[in-house]
């Protein structure tokens, strides 16, 4: 390399989304805030713990328990899926916080960890305890986060995120379920 050639440092971004789409997205929640929709999973369930979730038209979303939980192990288990549906929803909350502000991300991974309390054994058998005592102790994110920003702008993008997140708010709050045999 000689003298007057500079090193050139090459950034691959990650691919975009629509901004347009998603300020018109966004102009239709401030037009009707308290719009909403509605998701639907038709599971069924194949035998042990292995269940398929049909979604749409996507292939189904495979569950089972592991082994030490008498489970076949060919999938991840319901509580891992839920963490999955938590950090794909952080990550697209991170990209479209990053879309609206005009910064270009060039790395985006979430790790998950969550703490469950199962020693009631679904309910067959085990500990006596309470609902709140079951499931999600303490959930833990730590967000690897690039781009075309400092890291302050970069921290305020995954709070926002956060902050906003459906699931991670479905998951922080009392929801009213109803759970019966049809």
């Known amino acids: 390399?000689?003298?007057?050639?500079?090193?050139?440092?090459?950034?691959?971004?990650?691919?975009?989304?629509d901004r347009d789409g998603l300020l018109a997205f966004a102009k239709r929640g401030r037009d009707n805030p308290d719009r909403q929709g509605t998701n639907v999973v038709h599971t069924v369930c194949e035998g042990q713990y292995r269940t398929l979730s049909y979604v749409g038209d996507h292939d189904p979303?495979?569950?089972?328990?592991?082994?030490?939980?008498?489970g076949q192990d060919?999938?991840?288990?319901?509580g891992e899926i839920a963490l999955s549906g938590l950090g794909g929803c952080l990550a697209v909350g991170i990209?479209?916080?990053?879309?609206?502000?005009?910064?270009?991300l060039s790395r985006l991974e979430l790790r998950i960890e969550g703490d469950v309390g199962n020693t009631a054994a679904?309910?067959?058998g085990g500990a006596p305890r309470e609902p709140f005592q079951?499931?999600?102790?303490?959930?833990?994110?730590?967000?690897?986060?690039?781009?075309?920003?400092?890291?302050?702008?970069l921290e305020e993008i995954v709070r926002q995120a956060n902050?906003?997140?459906?699931?991670?708010?479905?998951?922080?709050?009392?929801?009213?379920?109803?759970?019966s045999l049809s």
């Open 1 to 17: 390399m000689s003298q007057d050639e500079q090193p050139t440092t090459i950034t691959a971004y990650l691919r975009p989304i």
């Open 74 to 78: 060919t999938a991840p288990a319901p």
């Open 122 to 124: 679904w309910g067959a």
């Open 134 to 153: 079951m499931g999600f102790q303490a959930i833990r994110v730590s967000v690897d986060l690039e781009g075309d920003a400092t890291r302050e702008e």
């Open 61 to 70: 979303v495979v569950v089972d328990e592991p082994l030490h939980l008498f």
């Open 163 to 179: 902050y906003f997140s459906p699931v991670a708010n479905s998951m922080r709050n009392p929801i009213p379920m109803d759970v």
């Open 95 to 104: 990209t479209a916080v990053a879309t609206f502000r005009n910064v270009r």
